[in-house]
């Protein structure tokens, strides 16, 4: 039993650390809105304006967004769990969480924050 709880605390831990994102887990392929995501689980319709046309990260702060068909900055915050883009005119805040090297899941925080969706690396 104690065998058990030590492999099942070990387990958590592992989980709770694939949290973070970082730059190099985002630059390489297209990142596509794939569904939406409501309590933890992938459901329904991508919901995450500007990123259900697609983005694609460049580099450590480019974001080229499809929708608008031009690049954006971005930003993850110190502990990898928030995703910011700017532009001159506005900008989307979200809390980013790696589900897998190739799976994302976005929910909006502020103005945004009634979109949520999984990004899936094409």
């Known amino acids: 039993m104690k065998r058990f709880l030590l492999l099942f ?6 989980i709770g650390c694939s949290q973070k994102v970082t730059e190099k887990d ?3 392929g297209k990142w596509i809105g794939t569904a939406g995501y409501v309590d933890g689980e992938a459901e329904g319709e991508p919901n995450c ?8 990260f460049k580099d450590d702060n ?3 967004v499809e929708t608008y068909e ?5 930003r993850l915050n110190q502990k990898g ?10 900008s989307y805040s979200y809390q980013i969480k790696k589900v897998d090297e190739d799976e994302l899941a976005l929910e909006g925080l502020g103005v ?3 979109n949520t969706c999984i990004l899936e690396r094409k």
Do not use: C, K, M, N
Request: net charge negative; aromatic share 18%.
């Open 9 to 14: 605390s070990l387990f958590l831990v592992l």
């Open 26 to 28: 985002l630059i390489g």
């Open 49 to 56: 304006y500007p990123f259900q046309d697609g983005i694609e």
């Open 62 to 64: 480019t974001v080229y």
């Open 70 to 74: 031009r690049d954006f900055e971005y």
């Open 81 to 90: 769990v928030e995703l910011a883009l700017f532009d001159i005119s506005r």
């Open 112 to 114: 945004s924050e009634d």
